[in-house]
T-cell receptor
């Protein structure tokens, strides 16, 4: 079975530009979360989407937005890029049972974004 | 507020040594989950273990073992007889329980970079 896939793997953008990162969850997984990992730090939560609705948002500016499609894939959009947006962007998917329990988040290999 | 602290930024050991990675967490929730993830140079976070707040039983999986102590809010990870392939960054993470937070928000520590030398 395919794991979480992200595209592109690497990206170089100029300050002020816009970027779209894509994520395909594991088949059957309905929850997708996005994380930003700056070099030398732990991942920081950006968004969670479940059944195409935003379920959680981290402490990120409105320049960051996301959406989830009917096939549960997701896009992360970042507008007006800043140098500080340079990071590894990780997508995670999970089954997300709605009644009790907990399901592990499985991560993709990430998109490494460099803003110059 | 929730917080995870991994005080060890870098650890270097020689192959076959045992090594313990420390993790201390803060939360006001009574129900929560703790995790360890491994991040090799490729970047993908590899899930190692999950523990819920009601299960303080220690766990052993091969050369890996985890010690969860609620009294000290710690969830430490020990690798026995370390190998070069264990070299990676290891992250401890915390997640609050919630109706919609199923597999959602994880709070990560800063990570511990483990280097195992031959």
């Amino acid at each position: 079975d395919a794991g979480v896939t992200q595209s592109p793997t690497h990206l170089i953008k100029t300050r002020g530009q816009h970027v779209t990162l894509r994520c395909s969850p594991i088949s059957g997984h309905k929850s997708v979360s996005w994380y930003q990992q700056v070099l030398g730090q732990g991942p920081q939560f950006i968004f969670q989407y479940y059944e195409k609705e935003e379920r959680g948002r981290g402490n990120f500016p409105d320049r960051f937005s996301a959406r989830q499609f009917p096939n549960y894939s997701s896009e992360l959009n970042v507008n007006a890029l800043l140098l500080g947006d340079s990071a590894l962007y990780l997508c995670a998917s999970s089954l997300a049972f709605m009644t009790g329990g907990y399901t592990e988040a499985f991560f993709g290999q990430g998109t490494r974004l460099t803003v110059v | 507020a929730q917080k995870v602290t991994q005080a060890q930024t870098e650890i270097s050991v020689v192959e076959k040594e045992d090594v313990t990675l420390d993790c201390v967490y803060e939360t006001r929730d009574t129900t929560y989950y703790l995790f360890w993830y491994k991040q090799p140079p490729s970047g993908e976070l590899v899930f190692l273990i999950r523990r819920n707040s009601f299960d303080e039983q220690n766990e052993i999986s091969g050369r890996y073992s985890w010690n969860f102590q609620k009294s000290t809010s710690s969830f430490n990870f020990t690798i026995t007889a370390s190998q070069v392939v264990d070299s990676a960054v290891y992250f401890c993470a915390l997640s609050e329980a919630g109706f919609y937070n199923q597999g959602g928000k994880l709070i990560f520590g800063q990570g511990t970079e483990l280097s195992v030398k031959p």
